[in-house]
């Protein structure tokens, strides 16, 4: 029976050690990049340790109260009271205006940004919400959306501000606490997507890190350096590089949002397989320039972004995958979050919250209990 039961304590424990002891949390709002505006991109993070009380940081902005929604539909939101809201969109705007506490944008395209512009007619008026990004992209904001004309000034800047929320610069300079009281700290490098006119369009790429320094990187849209009027990517894998050799950064998130057949000129400052790789190649050169192909043996690089196809031209998700696979040879692995995700990830780990409703946690699971009966059963013959 002692011997049964051991058995059944370190299955049950390897069942959930991919949720354990990690440093962030993700939970994926809307994790693409095409022409359904509540998947457009959107996702929440908190430290993995920190209370789901204290709320998260949301890093893009495309999507909120629909893909909100969707979440807790998929059981996100398990560990938040909830059954106090008649509905699901009550719920929703009570999520968003409790838990998320601070935004992070990293351009002006109005798919990173138009779920807050609609979420904001739900918010609290108390002007304690920041939104970060770079002194471009928040002036753009005031500028061209929050003007009073396409969009209420909901800012504190600019004609006629409401006050809403309060614009926080952020710069490659240092790193600012994303709201008081968080273990989430943020900075920012700009780099390229496309062209505006003859000039370079800016996005930005976020660092983020925790109180215990671990961190992650977040693209915004970005186009290859090798195509870009103004390379930039290169100093952000810079600023990686020696957080990779400590082990302080793990997890990337870049996007892919068109698979090989997308031809150069059709790109519009986005990335695609041969990009992706082109660009993590970098990465590794500066991480081990002797041994390349196994500096970031391990590295996850969730992909974010992708515009999916039509039927006219079929699964553009599952060729980019497939891309991907077929030609990584730095031994990184790729993760394709859908919407209503959660996962953790750090200290060596990456796993998706065996709790949320998603179907590759239910045949995860649904294997890892058949393999537990099959270990029982043996050990009580």
């Given at each position: 029976?002692?011997?049964?039961l051991?058995?059944?304590?370190?299955?049950?424990?390897?069942?959930?050690?991919?949720?354990?002891?990690?440093d962030f949390?993700?939970i994926a709002?809307?994790?693409e990049?095409g022409?359904d505006?509540?998947?457009?991109?959107?996702?929440?993070?908190?430290s993995?340790?920190?209370?789901?009380?204290?709320?998260?940081?949301?890093?893009?902005?495309?999507s909120i109260?629909?893909s909100?929604?969707?979440a807790?539909?998929?059981?996100?939101?398990?560990?938040?009271t909830t059954?106090?809201?008649?509905?699901?969109y009550?719920?929703?705007?009570g999520?968003?205006?409790n838990?998320?506490?601070?935004f992070?944008?990293s351009?002006?395209?109005?798919?990173?940004?138009?779920?807050?512009?609609?979420g904001?007619?739900?918010?609290l008026?108390d002007?304690k919400k920041k939104i970060?990004?770079?002194?471009?992209?928040?002036d753009n904001?005031?500028?061209?959306?929050?003007?009073?004309?396409?969009w209420?000034?909901m800012?504190?800047?600019?004609?006629?501000?409401?006050?809403?929320?309060?614009?926080?610069?952020?710069?490659d300079q240092?790193f600012?606490?994303?709201?008081?009281g968080?273990?989430l700290?943020?900075?920012a490098?700009?780099?390229?997507?496309?062209t505006l006119?003859?000039?370079p369009y800016?996005?930005?790429a976020f660092?983020?890190?925790?109180?215990?320094?671990?961190?992650?990187?977040?693209?915004?849209?970005?186009?290859?350096?090798?195509l870009?009027l103004?390379?930039?990517?290169?100093?952000?894998?810079?600023?990686?590089a020696?957080l990779?050799?400590?082990k302080?950064?793990?997890?990337?998130?870049?996007e892919?949002?068109?698979?090989?057949s997308r031809p150069d000129?059709?790109?519009?400052?986005?990335?695609k397989?041969k990009?992706?790789?082109?660009?993590?190649?970098?990465?590794?050169?500066l991480?081990?320039?002797n041994?390349?192909k196994?500096?970031?043996?391990g590295?996850?690089?969730v992909?974010?972004?992708?515009?999916?196809?039509t039927?006219?031209v079929?699964?553009?998700k599952m060729?980019?995958?497939?891309?991907?696979?077929k030609h990584n040879?730095?031994?990184?692995?790729?993760?394709?979050?859908?919407a209503?995700?959660?996962?953790s990830?750090?200290?060596?780990?990456?796993?998706y919250?065996?709790?949320?409703?998603?179907n590759?946690v239910?045949?995860?699971s649904c294997?890892?209990?058949?393999?537990?009966?099959?270990?029982?059963?043996l050990?009580?013959?």
């Open positions: 029976m002692r011997l049964t051991s058995c059944l304590l370190f299955l049950l424990s390897n069942c959930f050690i991919q949720v354990l002891a990690q949390t993700c709002l809307g994790p990049g022409s505006e509540s998947l457009a991109s959107s996702f929440l993070f908190k993995f340790d920190s209370s789901i009380n204290n709320g998260f940081a949301t890093l893009e902005a495309g109260i629909s909100l929604r969707r807790l539909h998929s059981n996100a939101f398990y560990d938040v059954s106090i809201y008649d509905t699901d009550a719920a929703s705007v999520i968003m205006r838990l998320l506490r601070a992070l944008i351009h002006s395209h109005i798919d990173h940004l138009s779920g807050l512009a609609f904001s007619q739900s918010e008026m002007g970060f990004g770079t002194k471009e992209t928040l904001l005031v500028e061209f959306v929050f003007n009073g004309i396409v209420p000034n800012s504190n800047r600019g004609n006629n501000p409401i006050g809403m929320y309060s614009m926080e610069e952020l710069s240092s600012k606490e994303l709201w008081e968080s273990d700290l943020a900075s490098l700009p780099v390229t997507h496309g006119g003859s000039l800016n996005s930005t660092f983020v890190k925790n109180k215990n320094e671990s961190q992650f990187l977040f693209f915004g849209d970005v186009g290859p350096d090798s870009s103004e390379p930039r990517n290169v100093d952000v894998w810079k600023r990686a020696p990779v050799v400590d302080k950064l793990e997890t990337i998130f870049i892919c949002s068109y698979d090989d000129h059709l790109l519009f400052g986005h990335l397989p990009y992706v790789l082109e660009e993590l190649g970098v990465l590794a050169s991480v081990n320039a041994d390349p196994e500096s970031l043996r590295i996850n690089v992909i974010i972004h992708i515009k999916p196809g039927l006219e079929g699964d553009t060729r980019i995958e497939s891309q991907l696979t040879d730095l031994g990184v692995i790729f993760r394709f979050p859908r209503g995700d959660r996962f990830f750090g200290k060596g780990k990456f796993g919250d065996p709790f949320v409703n998603a590759r239910i045949v995860s294997a890892k209990l058949s393999s537990l009966v099959a270990w029982i059963l050990l009580l013959v």
